[in-house]
């Protein structure tokens, strides 16, 4: 289908009756000129000539003289029965004219300099890493896509469409729908640990814009961040995009070192962190690392930003609650996504901020989105009120174990001595450590062949000890052998 055709009634058309050219020659030449410059498209269907007239105000004679000229000199088709469209096969005058305007259009992406603000260029240099847009094999942080239950979902909007009445129609409240920041808050006490109630709860399409809204409010450009290295990288390029510093600070087996960070980075403002399973190591923060850092951000003044990002998953082991549950003083910035446990598209994540700060990040969403979306917050209320969500966590529970277990098993057997790889207790991606092999080269080999298992290195900053694949489980696709692992095959 030509790609405009869906738009034919919204080219404008602006015919002056009092000018001294004949409304027909107006019309052909404005429709002409729209042919011209490719504005309609060939094999375009043009609207029948009453209907035209009618909405032109014109009578149909002046728009069928307008038709024919057109059919006369080959711009438009004329089929008995079907209507008219723009000609296939259009005049060489026009193909001539269509050449010499593509030929004449600019190149090249226009020099930029001089035309951005300061904080433009910082946003527009921060290195932003896109993934594919479509799911690769064992890309990590994609949950089984086709295992959602789709139907239940579909079921939920049917509903909605149908009964959510006129007034949810209009502008909603920039914090998010008042029913989903109840039921948030109720999981989040029960399965979470958080403390809080819905009225901290702010609604935010994402992990990635809550990052964002925490640098804006909290941060000051040339302010320093404690960053875990290695760590999540857009995490990094969104405090990077806000002017602000990430200052890379070295994780051990109990999480990030916060003695490393006092010496690195003394005068932090703030620190993101992965605490329940950090990435990309998959380190649960020990229960004293915690209370560390929250007496540590009391006496700096700083800010915690955590990051529960698919806690969900956990497999075996004794479950920690968040760590905001542990903090008194109102240093934590809690942050959830739905994007592991529904999925990614639906970009909806929420903020438990510190009562003081509600009203700071209200006022920054309100800037940037003045509302979310109705529908799917309806939808998803109902999701986790009537227990869906509780049940697709479950099952999911289960298989995702499964394949953990399998890609672990497929590891040891089919690449022993090449690929080093053990079980994790949670998440959905697994670190396996490349033996005698650089991760970097590693990963672009792997890429060639369509398998997007990012490199150790490319979430650190400094030299890591061992090269590492992060390798994503949950998607079924993934499993056929892990020989499709191997990068060294060619070499
Ligand atoms: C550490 C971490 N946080 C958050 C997310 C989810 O981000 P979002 O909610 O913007 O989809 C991911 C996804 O890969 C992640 O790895």
């Excluded at 296939?88 to 004219?97: C, F, G, I, K, T």
């Excluded at 804006?216 to 290695?230: A, F, R, S, T």
């Excluded at 008194?328 to 959830?336: E, F, K, L, N």
């Amino acid at each position: 289908m030509p790609k405009n055709s869906a738009f034919i009634d919204l080219i404008t058309i602006a015919l002056e009756p009092d000018s001294s050219v004949p409304l027909y020659q107006q019309l052909y030449e404005t429709l002409r000129e729209a042919i011209l410059t490719g504005r309609l498209e060939a094999g375009l269907r043009l609207p029948p000539t009453r209907a035209l007239a009618e909405e032109l105000g014109v009578s149909r004679n002046t728009v069928v003289n307008a038709f024919e000229q057109l059919i006369a000199e080959g711009y438009i088709d004329s089929r008995v029965g079907a209507g008219s469209f723009v000609a296939s096969d259009l005049p060489e005058e026009v193909l001539e004219l269509r050449s010499k305007a593509l030929d004449a259009a600019p190149s090249q992406r226009w020099d930029r300099s001089g035309i951005l603000s300061q904080r433009g260029e910082i946003i527009a240099s921060a290195p932003v890493r896109l993934g594919p847009s479509t799911p690769a094999a064992f890309q990590p942080g994609l949950p089984a896509l086709d295992e959602f239950p789709f139907k239940i979902w579909e079921q939920l909007m049917d509903h909605h469409w149908r009964y959510l009445p006129p007034a949810s129609f209009g502008y909603g409240a920039a914090v998010g729908y008042q029913p989903l920041r109840e039921v948030i808050a109720a999981y989040l006490g029960a399965a979470r640990g958080v403390r809080c109630e819905a009225e901290q709860i702010i609604m935010v399409a994402g992990t990635q814009q809550a990052i964002n809204l925490a640098a804006y409010v909290l941060l000051d450009p040339g302010d320093k961040v404690w960053m875990e290295d290695p760590g999540y990288i857009d995490g990094r390029v969104a405090l990077l995009g806000a002017g602000v510093t990430p200052v890379p600070i070295p994780v051990d087996a109990e999480g990030v070192s916060i003695d490393m960070g006092q010496q690195l980075c003394p005068d932090a403002r703030l620190v993101y962190i992965t605490p329940s399973y950090q990435y990309p190591l998959g380190i649960r923060m020990s229960l004293s690392r915690r209370l560390r850092l929250l007496e540590w951000a009391n006496q700096a003044n700083a800010w915690i930003l955590e990051d529960d990002y698919d806690s969900e998953y956990r497999y075996a082991g004794r479950p920690l609650a968040a760590l905001q549950g542990l903090d008194h003083a109102g240093r934590v910035i809690y942050i959830g996504t739905f994007s592991k446990v529904l999925f990614p598209a639906l970009r909806m994540g929420y903020i438990v901020a510190p009562h003081d700060l509600v009203d700071a990040f209200t006022a920054a969403l309100a800037l940037v989105n003045r509302c979310l979306p109705i529908l799917p917050q309806a939808v998803l209320t109902d999701f986790l009120a009537e227990g869906h969500f509780a049940r697709h966590v479950r099952r999911m529970r289960t298989l995702y174990a499964e394949r953990q277990a399998l890609l672990v098993e497929m590891v040891q057997q089919e690449l022993a001595g090449r690929l080093d790889i053990g079980p994790a207790e949670a998440g959905l991606h697994l670190l396996a450590h490349l033996i005698d092999y650089d991760d970097r080269l590693a990963s672009t080999r792997l890429a060639e062949n369509g398998i997007h298992a990012p490199s150790l290195a490319s979430y650190a900053v400094r030299p890591q000890p061992h090269p590492g694949l992060v390798l994503g489980y949950a998607p079924s696709k993934n499993y056929k052998s892990a020989k499709a692992l191997q990068p060294w095959r060619e070499s």
